[in-house]
């Protein structure tokens, strides 16, 4: 794996295929019918492949696949792997919060220092909130490696539609 991709929460991956978008977009929604074991939900040109609320735990992957028209017999396929949406939105929030933070603390640390007041609780709730950031980061990793066999499952689901035999 590129090391590009080593620090990547939320991987994402590109298919060409070699079939029209609409044709690969009405497989998506048989299969839907065809199956309980996931759940597929389909909006214009995007499928989401996500576990059935009664199999979902907190960091449960969902896929999401975007497949786009390139002409009338290819098409491209984004897909993104990604926590639950209420899930990663929280998630972002607290490393927004953690971010304004630390920008406040230090413009607080910068103005005692500037006034030559003590200045060292400042820079140690600094450290604090990077020490946070991290605890943030790696906890994110944690998630998304518990859930590695539960991503190969859903890449199985789009592996077996992308495999099927054009009617």
């Given at each position: 794996?590129?090391?590009?991709?080593d620090?990547?929460?939320?991987?994402?991956?590109?298919?060409?295929?070699?079939?029209?978008?609409?044709?690969?977009?009405?497989?998506?929604?048989?299969?839907?019918?065809?199956?309980?074991?996931?759940?597929?939900?389909?909006?214009?040109?995007?499928?989401?492949?996500?576990?059935?609320?009664?199999d979902?735990?907190f960091?449960?992957?969902?896929?999401?696949?975007?497949?786009?028209?390139?002409?009338?017999?290819?098409?491209?396929?984004?897909?993104?792997?990604?926590?639950?949406?209420?899930?990663?939105?929280?998630?972002?929030?607290?490393?927004?919060?953690?971010?304004?933070?630390?920008?406040?603390?230090?413009?607080?640390?910068?103005?005692?220092?500037?006034?030559?007041?003590?200045?060292?609780?400042?820079?140690?709730?600094?450290?604090?909130?990077?020490?946070?950031?991290?605890?943030?980061?790696?906890?994110?990793?944690?998630?998304?490696?518990?859930?590695?066999?539960?991503?190969?499952?859903?890449?199985?689901?789009?592996?077996?539609?992308?495999?099927?035999?054009?009617?």
């Open positions: 794996m590129p090391t590009t991709n620090i990547v929460l939320r991987p994402r991956f590109k298919i060409e295929l070699n079939e029209n978008n609409e044709t690969v977009l009405k497989r998506f929604e048989d299969l839907k019918a065809s199956q309980t074991d996931f759940t597929i939900t389909r909006i214009d040109n995007h499928v989401f492949i996500k576990y059935p609320k009664k979902q735990h960091w449960s992957p969902q896929l999401h696949l975007e497949i786009d028209e390139v002409d009338q017999s290819s098409s491209l396929l984004h897909g993104l792997y990604g926590p639950n949406p209420t899930v990663w939105t929280m998630f972002m929030f607290l490393h927004f919060v953690v971010a304004s933070l630390f920008i406040a603390i230090g413009i607080w640390a910068y103005t005692n220092w500037s006034l030559k007041s003590d200045f060292m609780i400042q820079v140690s709730l600094m450290v604090l909130m990077v020490i946070i950031w991290f605890v943030l980061y790696f906890a994110g990793r944690i998630g998304r490696d518990s859930s590695k066999k539960e991503m190969i499952q859903l890449r199985d689901v789009m592996d077996n539609v992308l495999q099927q035999k054009k009617p």
